[in-house]
């Protein structure tokens, strides 16, 4: 027999699944907006040269290649990976957005801000909150180097926690300058800075004494001296000066940093020097949002002045924050933070029952009109015993039942039974609507 689960980091969404998610999307969507971003949407595949080189070796790496079709695809003369592929599934909505601009630049306002909720793929090792397909919820903004613009994402950030009920998160912040410069304070020559950032970016996942390691292997003779700087946080930018002692200070990189938590004027805002964000295209200001019973992040960006110029000879600053709502959703399905009408959703507000074959007609009849009144209605699907017919709708949270038997028919009435306060009365089909809209709650 064929195996039925899911490929390994893939997963099926059941309805209740998929309500979780659409409430989680429809806060995030309702923020953006409200800061002023407009929607956008890209293709699931891309060009593989459209992907590769804008996410470091590592990234590369990790791109879901897509295998050349018919008679592209020669397998006996091929030499590389690249030699069988073409496309490529996404594997993040942000070099998509480069490739966007630049496209269309004459099509887009001088300052784009807009939001994109989709989902990518990785071949990654799955874990925890960790899947090889998953959705970004991004935010950008494009067109100034402005600290307004990081002010703005991270207080549009914050707000969609809060409003999803978070109180416990942090906001760590650093520069790309900063930090390269502090690698190069300590010994490591210009070529292996990327390298360097990679290492530092595991600090998280291997722990100070494994990167120390790493670091040494790279030349750094003072190794443990370095992961003990970086591991401060502070959120006062004259205190991390002195951690530079008498080597070269990024001064515009501290100014920055300066002005985007004075603007941002958010008290979860702190410095962290250690925060690396391994991705190759992030030029400046970097940023993460942790909470206390999650490994990882949950989201993080930074900004890429240099990231769209890749495709264009324009070089148009840019920055932007995502957020990752698989991350999201698992602390909040640990921590029961769903409200209750979400965990206890129904596909209906009321199901119609079927007695027999005779009544099939009646009750579709009955059921298109309380959909026309704005009901959500379900409809029995054959003739069955009324008890199992209440049962099913018990089974699905539905409140409402509408029976109609030949006897009520006869009447001209249906009988509408409450299984929330196990109530029944019969009504006349006139006042049918009336009475099933006095029951429901008001949406």
Known sequence: MAKTNPARGMRDFLPADVRKREYVIKIIKEVYESYGFEPLETPAVENLETLLGKYGEEGNQLIFRILK?????????????????????????????????????????????????????????????????????????????????????????????????????????????????????????????????????????????????????????????????????????????????????????????????????????????????GLSYYTGAIFEINVPDLAGSLGGGGRYDGLIGMFSKEQIPACGFSLGLERILVVMEERRMFPPEIETASPADVLVTLFSSETIRESLKIAAELRTAGIRVTVYPEPDKIGKQLRYADQINIPIVVLVGESELQEDSVSIKNLVQSGQKSVGRKNLIKEIKAMLPTR
């Open 69 to 277: 079709r018919g008679e592209k695809l020669d397998l006996q003369n091929a030499t590389s990976e690249n030699d069988l592929a073409d496309l490529a599934l996404r594997y993040d909505l942000t070099v998509p957005l480069a490739r966007v601009v630049s496209h269309y630049r004459d099509k887009l306002p001088k300052f784009l801000k807009r939001y994109q909720i989709q989902p990518v793929w990785r071949a990654d090792r799955p874990a925890r909150g960790r899947f090889r397909e998953f959705f970004q919820c991004d935010v950008d903004w494009i067109g100034s180097r402005s600290a307004v613009i990081e002010a703005e994402l991270i207080s549009a950030v914050t707000d969609v926690l809060r409003r999803l009920g978070f109180n416990d998160f942090w906001v760590r912040i650093n520069h790309r300058d900063l930090l390269l410069t502090l690698l190069g304070g300590f010994g490591i020559c210009p070529e292996l800075l990327d390298p360097a950032v990679i290492v530092v970016d595991k600090l998280d996942k291997i722990g100070p004494a494994a990167v120390a390691g790493e670091l040494k292997a790279l030349g750094v003779e003072k190794a443990e001296s370095l992961v003990s700087i970086i591991q401060k946080t502070t959120s006062s930018v004259e205190e991390l000066r002195k951690d530079f002692g008498s080597g070269p200070v990024p001064d515009a990189a501290l100014e920055n940093l300066e002005a985007i938590i004075s603007l941002a004027n958010c008290p979860a805002v702190i410095i962290d020097p250690s925060l690396a964000r």
